[in-house]
């Protein structure tokens, strides 16, 4: 069991590391090589810095220094999230527990433009197959994505389901998905649906009759591992208070994925934070226990 999970390698999660590791306990980021930062070509707004350096630099200098401090990384796709006393976090390897969890995603990029997707979101359009595979028990449903996050949707709907199918809009499948699941690769012209979703009309005329779309795009954002631990969301933006914890104790936000500022100062400040009320629950925690 780790003390604490960040998922997210970009300067919020980083920073929060720093401070959980310096207070002795243990910090494991997970984290793909797509940190906004990483993007930046150079970096002259932030605080010590005399020359700009590149956002790939300032990203390397700030693992670094979390490696030094005895932090672990690994570098994979975290698909799913779950509570049961404790966290568990899916990426598409393994599975790891821990006691407090920091979503420091980043900003949600996988928005995909549908007519009609966003009016037949909870009538038949979800975001989330652990919430809401039951709805769907001996349903033909579909799930939109070609990645390690759409399969592992999938996987969650096929013990319910009657039918999977996977549409990748276009895209050509990054992953196996298994035969049991048809593939249809045709971009997707609109959905259709009255008082809830009804079919699929694809570009060259075809149609799938499904009661549900799950939207699995690219991988996981924090608002979709926030809505599996049943998380507030504003505008597509983790909730937190002052001190960055969301709604369930335990689970803390920070950077771009709770919006504001998006700057690596404020990302780098809310990760520091949520590092600090980690520990503080932690030490809780520790009490407790001991008592
Ligand atoms: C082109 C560009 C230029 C910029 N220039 C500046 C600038 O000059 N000055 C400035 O202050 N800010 C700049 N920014 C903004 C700055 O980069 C961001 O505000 C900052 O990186 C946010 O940090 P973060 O830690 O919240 O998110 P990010 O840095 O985006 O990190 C998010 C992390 O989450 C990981 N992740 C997300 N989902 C998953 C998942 N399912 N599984 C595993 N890992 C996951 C990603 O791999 C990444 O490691 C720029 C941004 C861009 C795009």
Same mark, same amino acid.
């Given at each position: ?13 980083? %920073? ?35 020359? @700009? ?19 672990? #990384? ?7 999230? %779950?509570?049961?006393?404790? =966290? ?26 549908? @007519? ?11 975001? +989330?197959?652990? +919430?809401?595979? =039951? ?23 096929? @013990? ?16 196996? #998905? ?23 009309? #694809? ?19 924090? %608002? ?27 689970? #803390?936000?920070?950077?771009? +994925? ?22 503080? =629950? ?8 001991? %008592?």
């Amino acid at each position: 069991m780790k003390d604490a999970v960040i998922i997210g390698a970009g300067p919020a999660g980083l %920073s929060a590391a720093l401070y959980i590791l310096r207070a002795g306990f243990s910090a494991t980021v997970i984290g793909t090589d797509n940190s906004s930062l990483k993007m930046a070509e150079k970096i002259e707004n932030y605080f010590g810095l005399e020359e @700009p350096i590149s956002g790939e630099t300032l990203l390397e200098r700030g693992r670094n220094q979390v490696i030094t401090l005895g932090g672990a #990384f690994i570098e994979e796709e975290v698909v799913g999230i %779950s509570w049961n006393g404790n =966290f568990s976090t899916d990426t598409n390897n393994q599975t790891i527990d821990s006691k407090v969890i920091i979503l420091a995603t980043g900003a949600p990029r996988n928005k995909v433009k549908i @007519p009609h997707l966003s009016e037949l979101e909870g009538k038949g359009v979800s975001y +989330c197959a652990v +919430c809401d595979a =039951f709805f769907y028990r001996g349903k033909d449903v579909a799930v939109l994505g070609n990645g390690e996050y759409a399969l592992h949707e999938a996987q969650e709907l096929l @013990p319910m389901a009657s039918h999977v199918t996977i549409l990748t809009n276009g895209l050509e499948p990054q992953v196996d #998905f298994p035969e049991d699941m048809n593939v249809i690769k045709t971009p997707i012209r609109q959905l259709n649906g009255n008082t809830s979703l009804e079919e699929v009309v #694809f570009d060259d005329d075809s149609t799938l009759t499904v009661s549900g779309l799950f939207v699995a795009l690219g991988t996981a954002n924090g %608002s979709d591992l926030a809505k599996k631990l049943g998380l507030l969301l504003e505008n597509d933006k983790i909730i937190v208070d002052d001190s960055m914890a969301t709604a369930l104790p335990g689970v #803390f936000a920070a950077g771009d +994925c709770i919006g504001g500022i998006l700057q690596v100062s404020t990302a780098v400040g809310e990760g520091a934070k949520a590092g600090i009320s980690a520990i503080k =629950f932690l030490r809780e925690q520790k009490k407790k226990t001991l %008592s």
